[in-house]
């Protein structure tokens, strides 16, 4: 192994390479920061770039892109209740509220920290156990993957805040809209209503974007009205010392960074799902388990430590099963597929002998990258903070222009900007009637996973349910999802009797 490092220390330890991946580091950070801009946007963008370039330059530009897309979308999700990337949507839940109580650059600086030490663990695990986790990836079929969306599932109750039955009424909302378009097994268009734009369904980012960017500005119209001058945030930025946390703060959130970081490892080797689905899963799971869930959403730092753990864990976790099979995790992954594939690589168990150099230059990469986003985004700190003295009605304009033209952008089409307006005036009526958006969000990424293995599974057993539970991995996971319900049913049973003896 460390000639293999040496291999691919020689073919990237130079200044041209190391440029290539502060500029790729620092560009995606910029796209992942823009609301309406995303790392799949970033990578869009520079793919055809890579045509000219030598392979390893071309794949290190697309990794460190990606490092920096996705760690870049805390800095909106924390200063304007805004994610920058849908793997960032969690970190607003108690990220923004930290920063309404003046405590924005030691969010920041909490997102930068677990950023950081989640692309590393991942790191570390894409490198000794990528053939190992492989092996086992390559073993979920349709009764797997329906039963690890199922237990997905369980988790909006985490996210339902207050009252589980609008959780669950969100979350069951984002599966019925996921429906919409053409049926991915028989090819039969569902809800369309004869339009064609609704054939291909609806896009996660424009949904996204309205949901969370667009309703904020509405919100922050509404209150407008009400008052003379709409302020920006204030903050103390003098009296921000390093990152902003303590060494007892750190230590206090091993556990809850262990959790995470491994959610996120194992989400983001499943193909299909990613850091989407593993920030909320991630913020849900620590939620459960906390000792203070009332807590949560208050403005904590245990909620951007689980969701900025995961969403960078999973970045590693992708490239697993995209380099030792072959298969794209994600979108992301897709697209780094499209670039290998351009420069006539082929991934999968062959490239760990054939292409040595390219292998160990991506992980010496990631290192790299990791570092390189730490560093930009420590020295960066107080500029971010110091977004905060411009004042909304200011901010909020240019936020909305940027979320419209990124629209657009992803498919070229008009109905993705009206998809944005549509999903922006239902997550505005949540906000009245205090539906949490955020279960909606996992039940529209997890509804398709789940509906479509579940035929799958169906068809291959030819209508037998009880195959879900004889294969043992597919078992375990609906016997994990039981737990899960059995457990959340009893505490929020346990709650309301604590809250009827308090009244």
């Known amino acids: 192994m460390l000639e293999s490092f040496a291999i691919g220390a020689q073919a990237i330890l130079d200044p041209?390479?190391?440029?290539i991946i502060i500029l790729g580091v620092t560009l995606g950070i910029?796209?992942?920061a823009i609301p309406g801009l995303s790392a799949t946007m970033a990578l869009a963008l520079f793919l055809p770039i890579t045509y000219r370039m030598t392979p390893i330059s071309g794949i290190i530009l697309l990794i460190s892109l990606y490092i920096g897309g996705i760690s870049g979308g805390l800095i909106s999700a924390i200063l304007t209740r805004i994610p920058g990337t849908p793997s960032s949507v969690a970190t607003c839940f108690d990220g923004y509220p930290m920063t309404a109580k003046g405590e924005g650059p030691k969010a920041l600086g909490v997102g930068i920290v677990y950023s950081f030490i989640g692309t590393i663990m991942s790191t570390i695990v894409l490198i000794f156990l990528a053939p190992w986790l492989a092996k086992i990836a390559i073993k979920f079929g349709a009764y797997e993957y329906f039963s690890v969306a199922l237990f997905s599932l369980t988790m909006m109750a985490g996210l339902s805040g207050k009252s589980m039955i609008k959780g669950l009424i969100s979350g069951f909302m984002g599966c019925i809209f996921a429906t919409i378009g053409m049926d991915s097994i028989g090819s039969v268009q569902r809800y369309t209503f004869g339009s064609v734009q609704l054939s291909s369904g609806f896009n996660i980012l424009p949904v996204l974007i309205g949901l969370f960017a667009i309703s904020e500005i509405l919100i922050t119209a509404e209150k407008a009205k009400?008052?003379?001058k709409l302020d920006a945030v204030q903050v103390d930025i003098k009296g921000i010392k390093g990152f902003g946390f303590t060494w007892k703060e750190f230590i206090e959130q091993k556990w809850n960074m262990l959790i995470s970081g491994l959610m996120g490892i194992g989400i983001g080797i499943l193909p299909g799902i990613g850091g989407g689905v593993a920030n909320v899963m991630a913020y849900g799971a620590v939620k459960n388990r906390s000792k203070y869930p009332e807590k949560f959403g208050t403005g904590i730092i245990d909620g951007v430590v689980a969701t900025e753990t995961s969403n960078n864990a999973a970045i590693?976790?992708?490239?697993?099963?995209?380099?030792?099979l072959g298969i794209p995790g994600d979108t992301v992954t897709a697209m780094l597929l499209g670039g290998l594939t351009i420069q006539g690589i082929a991934p999968g168990p062959l490239m760990f002998t054939q292409n040595v150099d390219i292998v160990y230059a991506?992980?010496?990469t990631m290192i790299i990258g990791a570092f390189s986003m730490l560093f930009i985004e420590f020295y960066g700190l107080r500029g971010f903070a110091a977004l905060l003295k411009i004042p909304k009605h200011y901010l909020l304009p240019g936020i909305f222009?940027?979320?419209i033209i990124g629209s657009f952008g992803i498919g070229n089409r008009l109905f993705d900007v009206w998809t944005v307006l549509l999903f922006g005036v239902l997550g505005f009526a949540f906000h009245k009637?205090?539906?949490?958006?955020s279960p909606f969000i996992l039940g529209f990424i997890i509804g398709p996973i789940m509906e479509t293995n579940l035929r799958r599974g169906l068809m291959f057993s030819q209508g037998d349910y009880t195959a879900f539970l004889t294969e043992p991995i597919s078992?375990?996971?609906l016997v994990a999802a039981a737990l899960s319900i059995t457990l959340t049913v009893r505490k929020n049973v346990k709650n309301a009797k604590k809250s009827r003896l308090q009244n």
């Open 16 to 19: 041209i390479s190391l440029l």
């Open 362 to 364: 991506i992980f010496l």
């Open 433 to 437: 009637v205090d539906i949490p958006p």
């Open 475 to 477: 078992a375990f996971f």
């Open 30 to 32: 910029v796209f992942g």
């Open 316 to 324: 590693g976790g992708a490239l697993v099963p995209l380099l030792a």
């Open 401 to 403: 222009l940027f979320c």
């Open 226 to 228: 009400y008052a003379t």
